[in-house]
């Protein structure tokens, strides 16, 4: 996986003029809604080397996502400590401790156990001070090989969450839901499950919709997923170009 490699001046002024594009696509659509809050745009740097990171951060960008742990302990030390670094990988509750050493690790949108939002928790507790986001991660699609908890489970694992009875989830901070659309053909769908999802929860935690956030919509999809709801896209491969895997 690529940290610090050769990168040419062409590449970096081609990702950085494919990062404009796409934050100008998110502001003409965001106007065309009417939208009083933009969405994030969370810029998916898995594979690809920090100085990419680092041509964006210096136009101005400061939210990345990351998928594999390895990829983002290696990288993080290298860049700016007020980079807001978003785990959107699948996570091992055995590798959490590994995943809370990244000084600057601001959210983890993949939290799809009881079991897993406990232990990073108790992880983060370790820091002595601040509060790890949490986006609860649902499997919309009912696909055998996605994480995620079933819609049916959503409320359920919110509620414990959010009204922490048992102080075991003092260090973290519900702020959305996520998902991975179908990844072969229109994931609409998907993203308006999640949004029936998100109005199911916000209901049985009596908070305003606005307080959930829905982080759904990647490269392929982004502009159908702000027009269904999202308030956070993550898109990799339409900034940074093809992955070599």
């Known amino acids: 996986m690529a940290t610090s490699v050769s990168v040419s001046d062409s590449e970096i002024e081609s990702c950085v003029a494919n990062y404009k594009d796409v934050v100008k696509s998110i502001a003409d659509l965001s106007q065309q809604l009417g939208l009083q809050k933009q969405p994030r745009l969370v810029a998916v740097s898995k594979t690809k080397p920090v100085e990419l990171i680092k041509a964006l951060y210096d136009v101005g960008h400061r939210d990345f996502g990351e998928n594999y742990i390895q990829e983002l302990v290696a990288k993080a030390p290298e860049l700016p400590q007020d980079i807001r670094w978003r785990f959107i990988g699948h996570l091992q509750s055995n590798k959490v401790n590994k995943l809370c050493s990244v000084a600057n690790v601001a959210v983890v949108e993949t939290v799809d156990s009881a079991k897993l939002a406990r232990a990073l928790s108790k992880s983060f507790a370790s820091r002595g001070e601040g509060t790890l986001g949490i986006f609860i991660q649902v499997n919309t699609s009912n696909e055998p090989q996605k994480s995620g908890v079933s819609m049916d489970e959503v409320v359920d694992l919110a509620k414990e969450i959010y009204e922490d009875k048992e102080k075991a989830y003092s260090n973290l901070k519900l702020q959305g ?3 991975i659309g179908e990844l072969d ?61």
């Not at 993203?191 to 029936?196: D, Q």
């Not at 307080?211 to 027009?227: H, N, Q, R, V």
């Open 177 to 179: 839901l996520m998902t």
């Open 185 to 245: 053909g229109d994931a609409s769908a998907d993203f308006k499950r999640l949004a029936e999802c998100r109005t199911k929860v916000v209901e049985a935690l009596g908070i305003a919709e606005q307080d959930l956030e829905l982080s759904m919509g990647m490269s392929g999809d982004y502009k159908k997923a702000i027009e269904i709801g999202s308030t956070n896209v993550r898109v990799g491969s339409t900034i940074f170009g093809a992955r070599n895997y």
